[in-house]
T-cell receptor
Framework: DVKVTQSSRYLVKRTGEKVFLECVQDMDHENMFWYRQDPGLGLRLIYF???????EKGDIPEGYSVSREKKERFSLILESASTNQTSMYLC????????????FGQGTRLTVV | GEDVEQSLFLSVREGDSSVINCTYTDSSSTYLYWYKQEPGAGLQLLTY?????DMKQDQRLTVLLNKKDKHLSLRIADTQTGDSAIYFCAIGGGSGYALNFGKGTSLLVTP
């Protein structure tokens, strides 16, 4: 089975902290994605990566950065966490170009206090 | 990203059929997906349809695609309480690598 694993299910961080959300996939997928999910807003793309060390901004990249040093791992970084970044964060991966299924992790519910 | 629109809520009685609708704007999309999210979980692919098809059936699920109107629907026959979840329409294969998701439709199935 394809597995996309997010390192934490729940996180509580303080305002101003630097936060790392980790995602690992075991299917050798080229593409990896970070979304945030908020009630009434659905999934919004933060960043994605189509290869090691490559990244592209999504729809809402402000306040976030990413790192992809190895193919299987895609990290989302909140440089200085703020309360408006309290959300559910979902990582996804998929193979090849645009026409394949995206597999999702279980999500990390981040609360910034 | 491109617009993908869904209604936010749907309530049906157990045993009835559910129809969840989706409209989109990107006519270059080649794959259209339906994902299901159960409470506290990530998204799981339910089914998908190629843009050169107009219908796909998979057990209790029927997907209809009207390319002219850019309208996609998911019909769940004999809806069960276990079908209560959020259903996301997603569009892919257009101008990028990422899937574009609708806001999700919360389906509530009552006994």
């Amino acid at each position: 089975d394809v597995k996309v694993t997010q390192s934490s299910r729940y996180l509580v961080k303080r305002t101003g902290e630097k936060v790392f959300l980790e995602c690992v996939q075991d299917m050798d997928h080229e593409n990896m994605f970070w979304y945030r999910q908020d009630p009434g807003l659905g999934l919004r793309l933060i960043y994605f990566s189509y290869d090691v060390k490559m990244k592209e901004k999504g729809d809402i990249p402000e306040g976030y950065s990413v790192s992809r040093e190895k193919k299987e791992r895609f990290s989302l970084i909140l440089e200085s966490a703020s309360t408006n970044q309290t959300s559910m964060y979902l990582c996804a991966s998929k193979a090849g170009g645009g026409n394949t299924e995206a597999f999702f992790g279980q999500g990390t519910r981040l609360t910034v206090v | 990203g491109e617009d993908v629109e869904q209604s936010l809520f749907l309530s049906v009685r157990e045993g009835d059929s559910s129809v969840i609708n989706c409209t989109y704007t990107d006519s270059s999309s080649t794959y259209l997906y339906w994902y299901k999210q159960e409470p506290g979980a990530g998204l799981q692919l339910l089914t998908y349809i190629f843009s050169n098809m107009d219908m796909k059936q998979d057990q209790r699920l029927t997907v209809l695609l009207n390319k002219k109107d850019k309208h996609l629907s998911l019909r769940i026959a004999d809806t069960q309480t276990g079908d209560s979840a959020i259903y996301f329409c997603a569009i892919g294969g257009g101008s990028g690598y990422a899937l574009n998701f609708g806001k999700g439709t919360s389906l509530l199935v009552t006994p």
